[in-house]
C-alpha cells in the first residue's frame, strides 16, 4: 500500500468552507527574475507561529514524488471543563458522570498530526492536497494512551462521584436498569475504543485543498502601489469525517475559529521575512470591499461557509484565478 491516499473535497461532510488570507508588503532587493515563492513547500515549516501550529518536512514518505508536510495543531483543548458530563444510552435512558476538579483543567495534548502533499508547484508557491497517511508514528501511540486514560477516566469518576441517572442511581447501581455498571461499560469497549483513536489520528480531519502564493500584487488584480507584493493562502475544504466536525464544532468554537488564527499567524510571519509588511485595503482589490471582513490588523479575510458545493461554487470561483489546482 501508498504510503498516503488523498482526502478529496467531494468525499468530505459538513458545510464547504473557503478562506483567504492575504497581506502586502513591500520586498527587499530581488534579484532578476526572483520569486519568493519558488520552493515554498519546503519553506513553509519556518512561516508557522509555534503558538497555533507547527509543521516539519518528511522526505521519507512522499506523494506524488515530492516530500510532504506534517503539522501539528495547537490548540488547547479542554474537553473536561464542565461540571457534568452527559452521555446518551439506548431507549432515551441518560447517564450523567459528575467530574472530578482536577480533570476539568487537564489539557489535551497535540498529539493529532495532519500530512499534506504538493498538487501544483510553480514560482508563485504551492497547492496542497489534505492526505490520509497510512503508516505509524509514535503519536498514534499517544492518541490511544489518551483514549486509554479517557475511558479509566469515566470509569473513576462513577467510583468517585457516582452516577446520577434518570433515576437518581447510587454509586453501585446499574446503568438506566439494565443491570451493567457503567465501568463495566467502558471496559468493554475500551479495546474498540482505543484502536479508533489510533485509526482516526490517521487522517487528515480536513477534506480537500490549500494554496500558498507569493507574486506582485497585479497577480491578484490588487492595485497596491508600486513595488508591492502579495502573500495569500486560500483553501476550499470540508470535514473529511462527521467526528472532526463534531469535536471543532463542540471544542474550539467552529471552524472559522480553528483555522483563522493559524492562517492569519502565518501571514504576520512571511511578510516580514521577504520585505516590509504595507497596509493593505480592501477597495484595492478587484472583489471589493463588500467581499472581504473586516480587516485584522495587516491581514484581509475572507472565511465563509456554504451548506454544499453548488451553493459554493461562486465563493470557488472567485479564487480559483489565483489559486491554480485548488478546486477540482
Not at 86 to 108: D, I, N, Y
Not at 112 to 141: C, I, M, N, S
Not at 182 to 188: D, F, G, N, P, V
Amino acid at each position: 500500500m501508498n504510503d498516503f491516499t488523498d482526502q478529496p473535497i467531494r468525499a468530505g461532510c459538513g458545510p464547504v468552507h473557503v478562506n483567504r488570507f492575504r497581506i502586502a508588503f513591500r520586498p527587499h532587493a530581488l534579484g532578476p527574475g526572483a520569486s519568493p515563492g519558488a520552493g515554498l513547500l519546503k519553506a513553509l515549516p519556518n512561516y508557522l507561529n509555534p503558538a497555533s501550529a507547527t509543521t516539519e518536512l518528511d522526505e521519507r514518505h512522499q506523494w506524488k514524488g515530492q516530500p510532504t508536510l506534517c503539522f501539528h495543531g495547537r490548540a488547547k483543548i479542554r474537553v473536561l471543563d464542565r461540571p457534568f458530563i452527559k452521555l446518551s444510552l439506548p431507549f432515551g435512558k441518560t447517564v450523567t458522570f459528575a467530574v472530578p476538579p482536577m480533570l476539568r483543567h487537564l489539557e489535551l495534548p497535540p498529539v493529532h498530526v495532519d500530512y499534506v502533499g504538493a498538487e501544483q508547484e510553480d514560482a508563485t508557491g504551492v497547492t496542497v492536497q489534505t492526505l490520509t497517511r497510512h503508516f505509524p508514528k509514535w503519536l498514534d501511540a499517544a492518541a490511544a494512551l489518551l483514549m486509554e486514560i479517557g475511558i479509566k477516566a469515566l470509569s473513576e469518576a462513577e467510583l468517585a462521584a457516582g452516577i446520577v441517572g434518570d433515576a437518581m442511581m447510587p454509586i453501585h447501581g446499574s446503568v438506566a436498569g439494565f443491570g451493567v455498571a457503567a465501568s463495566e461499560i467502558t471496559e468493554l469497549l475500551a479495546p474498540a475504543l482505543i484502536a479508533y483513536g489510533t485509526w482516526i489520528n490517521w487522517h487528515h480531519f480536513l477534506a480537500g485543498r490549500r494554496s500558498f502564493r507569493i507574486a506582485p500584487a497585479k497577480y491578484f488584480n490588487h492595485t497596491a502601489g508600486q513595488g508591492i507584493w502579495i502573500f495569500e493562502t486560500a483553501a476550499v475544504e470540508r470535514y473529511d469525517r462527521p467526528e472532526f466536525q463534531m469535536a471543532t464544532d463542540y471544542l474550539l468554537g467552529g471552524d472559522k475559529a480553528a483555522l483563522g488564527p493559524i492562517w492569519k499567524d502565518m501571514c504576520r510571519k512571511i511578510a516580514p521575512a521577504f520585505g516590509t509588511v504595507m497596509p493593505i485595503n480592501p477597495s484595492q482589490t478587484s472583489e471589493g470591499p463588500g467581499y472581504w471582513q473586516q480587516p485584522d490588523g495587516n491581514v484581509m479575510v475572507r472565511q465563509h461557509d456554504s451548506d454544499d458545493l453548488a451553493k459554493a461554487s461562486a465563493d470557488i470561483r472567485s479564487v480559483l484565478p489565483f489559486h491554480p489546482s485548488l478546486f477540482v
